[in-house]
């Protein structure tokens, strides 16, 4: 699986040669370049797993590629848990294999020290909602802090590469690049806009946000608040991936952690790639992995044809040009020879310690298995997504109401001014609903006008987004009714799994242990179902399986609800919470 760079005439980035780093993995030294992440490193020289599971000592590497699942946690100059897709690497590293619960060593670094900041207008989130919101707001008048983990802007969506790698070309890798860059020049340059990058808010109390600053889960880092007159939330959203035998192997990934290696790293996953999943993201995946020289055997889409173009057909008009770029994904698909089968999906992975092959199977309009339909297809690698869950961790700490997105799923509650249920707190994006980068972007536009106008105590229709905003809001919210009824998830995938899947990856809890627990303790009581079964407890608190053991447990004809609420929001060291109560 070695695929660092590809040759310079052979990336259509045309990336430059970064600058070789010195670092370890095991104590024997390796190849690294400047700009890569731990994980990146690692796979680039053929390691995809570098820790153990706590509970059964299975192995794990990278699956969800954004620091959401925990999965890829490893030990990085004798500092436990580092997430390996977060960090990237410095000279001198040492990369150790995490085997089980590793108690951390006590770093000798010294503690960061930062003083409180306020601003008149927070935005976390750098994606398209954050960076409009931010222009909007600081466009009307506002002085705004935009608050991002990444060392860039851009998000998921405009995720870009490391500046140490040079790219010559890196409008190659990014759709509607030219809008993009146009916003992030404006963006870096705007007097009232202020970019806090590498920053990561853990908790929010009011209008006070905690934050900590610095590479992810470097020693030394001290949290910190940020106090704002309102706050917009542009949090994004992650993969939602549904459980299937052998999904917790290494070599499984979620859909979005193979674009992000892929673009933001040009590392491919495996040689041999099976995508498979539901939803027209799945497509900019695979192109992705054919840019960075991977394989992909197959696409394949769980919703039948005639399912997909029904739910177009309810608002045909709500989005026309994504036809042509569908064309232009069939066009690539067919030049690289890779089959689009729809009314298919994988439903079970094989392998001692990586996946060596997948079951896949012709499903029914439910989502069922047809019997005897069943192929085994060899892999390296295969890609899942299902669509995505927000990340609301931050806007339920807020006290902000939830509502049910297009697609079923949770989202944050907002008025027509993107205003949540509490004062002062504006939201966009994905966590309001998944609908994709245009309805992000005309939300991010509404809501860091409408913030401005709250935080500069004025009127209501005082100036600021325009009935064009309005507009976009509303076309893009019908795209998303139209996508969401395009590619459903069906009740069937729950026929996928058995008693012995694992559901909550963290705390190796399968379906049979939380069918037990639900029998003996009943589901009226989420907390004491976590408490008993463990699902959720682990380290990623859930993100992962929450969904998905909502919606195994529910009665047939209810609404599944997930269980979310978590005061600190992202992964806080506990000896740094104790600096800030010495130094208040």
Request: net charge neutral.
């Amino acid at each position: 699986m070695s695929a660092y760079l590809r040759s310079r005439s052979g990336d259509p980035a045309e990336v430059g040669a970064p600058s070789a780093v010195d670092v370890t993995v095991d104590g024997h030294p390796v190849t690294a370049h400047a700009g890569q992440t731990v994980a990146a490193v690692l796979l680039a020289n053929g390691r995809d797993t570098w820790r153990t599971t706590r509970v059964h000592d299975r192995p794990r590497g990278i699956f969800c590629g954004i620091g959401a699942c925990q999965d890829c946690l490893v030990t990085v100059n004798g500092l436990a848990d580092v997430r390996a897709c977060q960090r990237t690497i410095a000279t001198g590293d040492a990369i150790t294999t995490q085997t089980g619960a590793v108690l951390p060593a006590t770093s000798e670094s010294e503690t960061v020290v930062h003083s409180a900041m306020s601003a008149e207008i927070v935005v976390v989130g750098a994606g398209p909602a954050g960076v409009a919101a931010a222009l909007a707001a600081a466009e009307a008048g506002a002085e705004v802090l935009l608050v991002d983990n990444g060392r860039s802007i851009g998000g998921q969506y405009n995720r870009q590469l490391p500046e140490e790698f040079a790219a010559h070309r890196p409008d190659r890798l990014q759709h509607e690049w030219k809008t993009f860059a146009a916003q992030r020049d404006v963006l870096g340059s705007h007097p009232r806009i202020t970019h806090l990058p590498d920053t990561s808010i853990w908790a929010i109390e009011d209008l006070r946000l905690w934050a900590q600053q610095g590479p992810a889960d470097a020693a030394g880092r001290q949290p910190f608040p940020i106090d704002a007159r309102a706050v917009v939330l542009a949090t994004g959203a992650y993969d939602r991936v549904l459980p299937f035998p052998g999904w917790d192997l290494p070599g499984v990934y979620t859909a979005g952690a193979a674009q992000a290696l892929a673009k933001g790293q040009r590392i491919a996953v495996g040689q041999r790639v099976l995508v498979a999943g539901t939803g027209p993201f799945l497509l900019p995946v695979a192109e992705s992995l054919l840019g960075v020289g991977a394989e992909v055997v197959a696409l394949l889409e769980a919703n039948s044809l005639k399912t997909v173009r029904k739910g177009w057909a309810t608002d045909p008009l709500v989005a026309p040009g994504k036809l042509k770029e569908a064309l232009g994904y069939g066009a690539l698909l067919a030049r690289h020879r890779v089959p689009l089968r729809h009314g298919w999906t994988v439903i079970a992975a094989h392998g001692t310690c990586h996946v060596e092959a997948v079951t896949i199977a012709r499903l029914d309009s439910t989502w069922r298995p047809i019997p005897g339909s069943e192929r085994r297809v060899e892999v390296d690698a295969v890609c899942v997504g299902f669509g995505f869950t927000a990340n609301l961790e931050l806007a339920v700490s807020a006290r902000c109401n939830l509502t049910t997105g297009p697609d079923g799923g949770p989202a944050v509650a907002v008025d027509a001014n993107q205003q949540t249920t509490t004062p002062g707190v504006y939201a966009a994006g994905e966590l309001t609903g998944i609908g994709g980068a245009a309805l992000s972007t005309a939300e991010g536009t509404l809501a860091g006008a409408a913030a401005a106008q709250h935080a500069l105590a004025r009127h209501p229709d005082a100036a600021g987004s325009s009935s064009l905003d309005s507009a976009a809001v509303v076309r893009g919210r019908r795209f998303a009714v139209a996508l969401a009824k395009a590619y459903p998830v069906q009740d069937g995938w729950k026929s996928w799994s058995d008693a012995d899947t694992i559901v909550c990856r963290c705390e190796e809890v399968t379906r049979g242990e939380l069918e037990t627990v639900a029998g003996e303790r009943g589901l009226d009581d989420g907390r004491a179902m976590k408490l008993s079964s463990r699902a959720g407890l682990g380290m990623c608190q859930g993100r992962v399986c929450s969904r998905t053991v909502a919606a195994l447990l529910a009665a047939p004809g209810d609404v599944p609800k997930p269980s979310m609420k978590r005061p600190i929001a992202v992964p806080v060291r506990l000896r740094d919470l104790a600096q800030v109560e010495e130094n208040p």
